[in-house]
Structures are given as structure tokens and as C-alpha cells.
Antibody, heavy 117, light 107 residues
Framework: QVHLQESGPGLVRPSETLSLTCSIS????????WTWIRQSATNGLEWIGR???????EYNPSLRSRLSMSVDTSKKQLFLKVNSLTAADTAVYFC???????????WGQGTLVTVSS | DIQMTQSPSSVSASVGDRVIITCRAS??????LAWYQQKAGQAPKLLIY???SLENGVPSRFSGRGFGTDFTLTINSLQPEDFATYFC?????????FGGGTRVELK
């Protein structure tokens, strides 16, 4: 059974950089797209981007200039960095797996990130 | 970006009712449309993919249909565990985008 678990700081100050990790078990990291999505009351569900190991990541154009995604297949971990944070980045951040037929079949439980001084 | 518009934003229903939720895309997404169920404090759960394919383990009272820009999710014989929020999502082009959600509430 696939299990994804996000981890991160919880509270980040404005203008700083957010670093999140998604730990994966029960699945081959090398064989799928891995996606980051966030959810806020203001913006609903927002696709941040996705990465396929060994291939360039694809980012939401609205966030591209502030994003970096990477994956460590040996540790079975995904990483997301978002810089120049503002209050608008406050959200629950999810990682998810994308499989055949372009479906997001497995999700982590999400981690709440609050941007505040 | 492709805009996804769901309606209604909320619906009140009773156990045993049939509920139909619609999703409209601002441009053609072919059949690359998924539906998710989300309960409070949980991640979205995949119900339907490719517009009409039922995800493994999802009860058959859930069904989807549509192609192009207009899609529906139908819940037949609503069960107590179905009271939740439902989202559509297009997977035709990046960035993937989601509808605003439909809350199914107890009447």
C-alpha cells in the first residue's frame, strides 16, 4: 500500500523560504509523476507542480519563479522549496502520486504551513 | 489556465437520494477529468478518473460521465459516509486545475 507523508516547519516568516519533504513508502519512486498541491480557503485546491525522476519538473506558471522541486530516489523522498513567502502562501500542502490515466491516486495527509511574523 | 466551474456549490440531501454534481471546463479537456471526495481534515480521495472510470474500491453508486467541457458526477442512493465535499479536476493540460468544490450536506 502506498503511503505518503509530508513534513515541514508549520510556521514560516514572510519573505523566507519554505522547505517541505514528502516521504514515500510502498511504491517505486522512479516510475511515477509526483505532485505537490496546496489548499487554502482563499484559492481552493491549487496544483503547484510535478516531477518525474530524471526529467525536468513542471511548475504552475503562477508560482514558477519561486519554486524548486527535486526527488531523491534512494531515500524515497520528494522535496519542495518555495521562496519569498507571503501570507497568500498559507495553506495545507499535499504531495500526491500521479499514475496511468493521469489520476492522482495516492495523497499524503497534508501539512499546514502558516506564513506569519 | 483551464478554469473548472462546479455547480451547485452546495446541495442538501437525504440518505437514499440521488445527487448530481456538474463540472464545466473553460475549454476542451477531452476525457481527462477526475472527481475527488474530501472530508474535513483529510486529503482528497480519488473516485472517478478519465471522466467515467471508477477507481478501485470505490462503491458503484458513484458514476461519472461527460466529454469535452461538460461533466457530471452522480451519487445514487446517498449513504451517510457520502456527506463530504466533491471536486473535479482536469488533467488535460498543465497546470492541472480544480473546481471550487460542491458540499453535500444532510438535509
Amino acid at each position: 500500500q502506498v503511503h505518503l507523508q509530508e513534513s515541514g516547519p508549520g510556521l514560516v516568516r514572510p519573505s523566507e523560504t519554505l522547505s517541505l519533504t514528502c516521504s514515500i513508502s510502498g511504491a517505486s519512486v522512479s516510475s511515477h509523476y509526483w505532485t505537490w498541491i496546496r489548499q487554502s480557503a482563499t484559492n481552493g485546491l491549487e496544483w503547484i507542480g510535478r516531477i518525474y525522476p530524471g526529467v525536468t519538473a513542471e511548475y504552475n506558471p503562477s508560482l514558477r519563479s519561486r519554486l524548486s522541486m527535486s526527488v531523491d530516489t534512494s531515500k524515497k523522498q520528494l522535496f519542495l522549496k518555495v521562496n519569498s513567502l507571503t501570507a497568500a502562501d498559507t495553506a495545507v500542502y499535499f504531495c500526491a502520486r500521479e499514475i496511468a490515466s493521469r489520476r492522482l491516486d495516492s495523497w499524503g495527509q497534508g501539512t499546514l504551513v502558516t506564513v506569519s511574523s | 489556465d483551464i478554469q473548472m466551474t462546479q455547480s451547485p456549490s452546495s446541495v442538501s440531501a437525504s440518505v437514499g437520494d440521488r445527487v448530481i454534481i456538474t463540472c464545466r471546463a473553460s475549454q476542451n479537456v477531452n476525457n481527462w477529468l477526475a472527481w475527488y471526495q474530501q472530508k474535513a481534515g483529510q486529503a482528497p480521495k480519488l473516485l472517478i478518473y478519465a471522466a467515467a472510470s471508477l477507481e478501485n474500491g470505490v462503491p458503484s453508486r458513484f458514476s461519472g460521465r461527460g466529454f469535452g467541457t461538460d461533466f457530471t458526477l452522480t451519487i445514487n442512493s446517498l449513504q451517510p459516509e457520502d456527506f463530504a465535499t466533491y471536486f473535479c479536476q482536469q488533467a488535460n493540460s498543465v497546470p492541472l486545475t480544480f473546481g471550487g468544490g460542491t458540499r453535500v450536506e444532510l438535509k
